[in-house]
């Protein structure tokens, strides 16, 4: 009897929002996708039709779950093991590391374009513990872990079957369960999230991809899933992070796919009510990369944009003015000292150092013999002083090996060849892909031995290579410790 009453109570409840749905859509179509149960609705009764629409972009694209234990020693290198997902579509992922069971070894914590939160033993790539969501994946780098009263969380998006799912999920207990679940605006989440802590309060900001069924969104959510606030704006952002300046405000550009106020322009936002501060227009599409700030005292800081034509424009962050234009300067990442730029000759890829203070080049490296080969993702540094230490990584996919070079300023200390010809990549999926296939998932020290391991992806395999370096790293919860940039620079 009460599940007959459950049942009628659920058929009523869903026969009202198709009448109310109905209604707004007879008025004005636009207004039938703005009702997140539209979306969701439409899922069950078409069995997820969008993201299968997805899958099938990627032939051979469904494959079962698999790891293996290696052990195969490269210099200083050792692959220890490799995961490959039952699915996952070109584009390399970034892992997570927490000791949830307090066995002194981290747990590696897989979502990234996959239906599946892996929970991976770090000795071996073994599946422990894996939660599937209802619809659609996780998005490729909108993911992280956090702290809540005394407990760890995993907080994930979800997209290409809409809504836009922003979940999180509680890893304390015997099985991994949701915690809460917040819909939003947008067609997906790439890369856009982050953490935020406004008056000693933590909240995490959202940046979706702008659709026409589903228009894109800023949103402020604190740890317990309620929305400070919706931008009013529409937003077009993949891959790139809202950077969070010391003003209170946050940095963000946007696409132009679908013409909208903010399109190709830069933005500076109150991270109070996601107000406009001030917004700068370009002829460029903005949405791509993250911009980054440099602080030059505890007042006044410099954003740097890329212009998509190989130069670098300088804002001024107070009032979002142009200051400089560097022009030859495709910048990637900044540390203290430099500005890091990438660029490309018969010879391959270069990386050039350049003073972030007169803006003149101070040396160069080779980071690859691969001619249109990016450094983004690819590497990461650890600046001393004056002394910056390049770790590169590079692929050949004709010939299926990982090339290692380490660089003390501009002295190749170590030119290494890690050859894979003897793992099964599955690269049909991957024929029409125009993304980079291999790049650098993660690094942290797994076992607390003072060593770090890198994890690295190629094609759909997740490696996990163990190293000699001590440095210290610890970022282990979140994409990057800095919040103005996706590089790994220590």
């Known amino acids: 009897m009460k599940l007959l009453k459950l049942f009628k109570s659920k058929f009523f409840f869903l026969l009202f929002i198709f009448i109310l749905i ?61 995961f490959r997902p039952s699915y996952t579509s070109p584009v390399y992922p970034y892992v997570l590391l927490n000791d949830v069971n307090k066995d002194g070894i981290k747990e590696v914590y897989y979502a990234s374009n996959t239906e599946f939160l892996y929970e991976l033993d770090s000795n071996n790539g073994e599946i422990l513990r894996k939660y599937k969501i209802p619809f659609g994946i996780f998005s ?4 992280l872990l956090y702290e809540h009263n005394n407990e760890t969380f995993f907080l994930g998006t979800t997209g290409q079957s809409l809504p836009v799912t922003v979940l999180s999920l509680n890893l304390s207990e015997n099985k991994i369960k949701k915690n809460w679940k917040k819909f939003i605006h947008g067609q997906f989440v790439e890369a856009s ?41 529409i937003v077009d952002i993949c891959d790139l ?14 696409h132009n796919y679908i013409t909208h106020e903010l399109s ?8 109070f009510n996601g107000d406009t501060l001030w917004k700068k227009k ?24 890329n212009d998509l034509k190989n130069n670098t424009v300088i804002l001024n962050g107070k009032s979002g003015e142009i200051v400089n234009t560097l022009n030859n300067v495709n910048i990637e990442a900044i540390t203290s000292n430099y500005i890091i730029s990438n660029y490309f000759d018969e010879n391959g890829s ?38 910056i230490e390049y770790h590169g990584f590079s692929f050949n996919r004709e010939e299926d090996i990982i090339y290692y070079k380490k660089y003390l300023n501009d002295l190749l200390i170590q030119d290494t060849q890690i050859p894979l010809n003897f793992l099964n990549f599955n690269k049909e999926k991957y024929e029409y892909s125009t993304r980079n296939i291999m790049g650098i998932s993660k690094i942290g020290d797994v076992n607390n031995d003072g060593k770090l391991e890198i994890f690295i ?15 210290e790293v610890n970022f282990d919860f979140d994409l990057h410790p800095l919040l103005t940039q996706d590089a790994y620079i220590f």
């Open 22 to 82: 109905g209604y707004f859509s007879f008025l004005n179509r636009n207004h039938l996708y703005n009702f997140h149960y539209y979306h969701l609705i439409k899922n069950i009764v078409t069995n997820d039709h969008s993201l299968k629409k997805f899958y099938a972009q990627f032939p051979e694209g469904k494959i079962q779950d698999e790891n293996k234990e290696l052990n195969l020693n490269f210099d200083n290198l050792k692959l220890k093991w490799f």
């Open 140 to 143: 490729v780098k909108g993911n």
């Open 193 to 233: 999230i982050n953490k935020i802590i406004l008056d000693s309060n933590k909240f995490f900001l959202i940046s979706t991809r702008d659709s026409t069924f589903s228009r894109g969104s800023n949103n402020l959510i604190d740890f317990n899933g309620d929305i400070k606030f919706i931008s009013d704006d």
């Open 241 to 254: 992070r809202p950077s969070i300046a010391n003003d209170n405000a946050y940095i963000i550009g946007s």
């Open 264 to 271: 190709n322009s830069i933005i500076k936002k109150s991270l």
């Open 282 to 305: 370009f002829n460029h599409d903005t949405g791509f990369f993250t911009p980054i700030i440099h602080n030059k005292n505890n007042e006044n800081y410099w954003i740097f944009i």
């Open 350 to 387: 270069h990386v050039e150092f350049i003073n972030i203070d007169n803006f003149k080049s101070k040396f160069t490296i080779n980071h690859s013999i691969i001619e249109s080969e990016t450094i983004t993702e690819k590497f990461f540094i650890f600046e001393n002083q004056n002394e």
């Open 457 to 471: 992806k190629v094609y759909d395999h997740l490696l996990l290579f163990e190293s000699d370096l001590t440095n």
